[in-house]
Every structure is written in C-alpha cells, then in structure tokens.
C-alpha cells in the first residue's frame, strides 16, 4: 500500500454479510468510500483513465498521453486504464461512456481532436454523454494558453464535463498543451486539498 498525505491509494476491503464494502484510512480514521470528501481535505488518491485521440499515433510515440500519465501518477493518482483510438465519433463515445459507467474510474482525461479540421471530433463525441458540462474549463485554458501560443488559442476547443459523478477533461493532441493543461490547471482541481474548491468532492467513491 502507497500512503499519501494520510490517504492509504488501496482500499481497505471489509466483509459485511453479502455485502462488500471499502474502507480507506483517511488522517489516521477508517471511513468509508462513501463518506463524503470536503473541499480543504488532505490529497486523496483518484483513479484517472487516459484517452489519446489520434488517427496516427501509437504508444512507442503517444507523447501527450504519456506526458499526462507520468504527470498524474507523479501527483500520487492511479492509472485505471489507458487507449489510443482513431478520431472516429462512435469509437470514442464508446470507450469513455464504458469508463463513465465503471465504478473504479473517477476521472477521465482525453488529449487530440480538439481543433478544426475534419477530423477533429471529440467534443461532438462527447458532449452527448454529459451531465453537466464545466464551461470555466476551456475557458480557463485558452486564458492560460494565450500566454504561450498567442490568438492561436481561439482554434483550441478544449473542454469539460460531468458525467455519472465522473469528471471528464478534453485538451488538445500536442504535448505541450497536456503539460500546461495539468500543471496550470487539472492538478489543483484534482487534489481534494486545494482550496476554496475542486472536483474531488463531487466524485464517485463507491
């Protein structure tokens, strides 16, 4: 078990009848997963899944998705699952509505087919399966990205949702746009610690 800031990331698993229930050790105290997380708690470990969209790349050459695997589990997060999968709509609208649906995947994080060619299709795969969507998402990161490529941030339609109490955030393919996105803005959002608020409270913890 890897403990962080007081979080131990395996659950402890109780017997309970014919139930299953999980248990974590959170500041010393045994709770449940359901027990609610406040904005202000200490860091609480997140199962992130990660999407490459793109018609070309495979993993000896997935530089964005591995810029943003090796960022969150730098960040003391779980890797749940990890795909690479052609720009298509209803290939990529099948893979994350499957991880939208798990129980152990509470965050999923797509890079590529952002832009505005014809091959760019996330959002209209996507946006169909959400919630609720978080506007200030993209917003917040074409302000961030205008420091670093100028009006060219217009053409990224970056963006974010909830679905299924599972967060979702779409970037673009590059490289450098994952590691702004992150380390600009997904970490502090992701970490239960950060205050006045984050995503972590309004996660799935079943």
């Known amino acids: 078990r890897l403990k962080i800031a007081n979080v131990y990331s395996t659950p402890i698993r109780l017997s309970n009848g014919n139930r299953q229930s999980n248990f974590y050790l959170y500041k010393g105290n045994l709770m449940s997963s359901n027990s609610p997380i406040h904005c202000g708690d200490g860091f609480v470990p997140l199962n992130i899944a990660v999407l490459t969209v793109s018609d070309t790349r495979e993993e000896h050459n997935d530089t964005s998705g591995q810029a943003l695997v090796e960022r969150l589990q730098g960040a003391g997060h779980k890797l749940a699952a990890k795909e690479i999968s052609k720009d298509d709509v209803y290939q990529l609208r099948s893979i994350v509505s499957q991880w939208i649906a798990r129980d152990d995947i509470q965050v999923i994080l797509t890079t590529g087919g952002t832009g505005f060619t014809a091959r760019d299709n996330t959002p209209e795969a996507l946006l169909p399966l959400f919630d609720k969507n978080i506007e200030g998402f993209g917003e917040v990161f074409r302000a961030i990205s205008l420091d670093e ?58």
């Open 149 to 206: 490529i100028g009006t060219s941030t217009v053409q990224s339609r970056a963006f974010g949702g909830m679905a299924n109490s599972t967060v979702i955030l779409s970037v673009p393919g590059s490289t450098n746009a994952c590691k702004t996105a992150w380390d600009k803005l997904i970490v502090e959002q992701l970490d239960a610690s950060h205050r006045p608020c984050n995503f972590v409270p309004h996660l799935k913890f079943t």
